[in-house]
């Protein structure tokens, strides 16, 4: 089975802009969740999505959304971008509704704000 | 407000002897923890958990403590190997099973 797969993989940007990344699930998988990783903050639940429905969210502002599809395929987007946002945005993917489940991590996708 | 702390960032260690890697949590909802191993460049893979109705879980060369009084966990690799050199992220879930914490994280570096 392939794993979580993440695109892209590094992107540069500029204050004010806005972002789009985009997560696979393993395949079956029905459950993505999406983290911010910064130094020292280690990594910072934004929120996750369960058959299309966001079923729970961390304490972020509402500039970082996320939408998941029919597929399980992850998007997340976060608009007029701050320097602050730069870091490593990973998504894992669980197979069922229960978070105990093993949750199985993406590579990341890191974001420079200039 | 960390409600889950590793207070190492850092820890060095000679291969073949023990690594312990600490974590603390503050809320006592917390009933289900995990560690999850970080290399450079890749995403967090899942090590260990262990439920809060017990107090050690074992697997291999890597057992999880935990100690619910002290709001305490840790993690032992019995024997440290190279390839261990990782970053470990403690992580905990609420009864609520809403979302995960995670601590900062500590990188660990074994020393051939």
């Known amino acids: 089975k392939a794993g979580v797969t993440q695109t892209p993989r590094y992107l540069i940007k500029t204050r004010g802009q806005q972002v789009t990344l985009s997560c696979s699930p393993i395949s079956g998988h029905r459950s993505v969740s999406w983290y911010q990783q910064t130094p020292g903050q280690g990594l910072q639940f934004l929120f996750e999505y369960f058959s299309e429905t966001q079923r729970n969210k961390g304490n972020f502002p509402g500039r970082f959304s996320g939408r998941q599809f029919s597929n399980s395929r992850s998007e997340m987007n976060v608009s007029t971008l701050e320097l602050g946002d730069s870091a490593l945005y990973l998504c894992?993917?669980?197979?069922?509704?229960?978070?105990?489940?093993?949750?199985?991590f993406g590579p990341g996708t890191r974001l420079l704000v200039l | 407000d960390q409600q889950v702390k590793q207070n190492s960032p850092s820890l060095s260690v000679q291969e073949g002897r023990i690594s312990i890697l600490n974590c603390d949590y503050t809320n006592s909802m917390f009933d289900y923890f995990l560690w999850y191993k970080k290399y450079p460049a890749e995403g967090p893979t899942f090590l260990i958990s262990?439920?809060?109705?017990?107090d050690k879980n074992e697997d291999g060369r890597f057992t999880v403590f935990l100690n619910k009084s002290a709001k305490h966990l840790s993690l032992h690799i019995v024997p440290s190997q190279p390839g261990d050199s990782a970053v470990y992220f403690c992580?905990?879930?609420?009864?609520?099973?809403?979302?995960?914490?995670f601590g900062t994280g500590t990188s660990l570096t074994v020393i051939p």
């Open positions: 262990i439920s809060s109705i017990k």
């Open positions: 992580a905990a879930i609420s009864n609520t099973g809403n979302q995960f914490y």
């Open positions: 894992a993917s669980t197979q069922g509704a229960n978070l105990q489940e093993t949750q199985y």
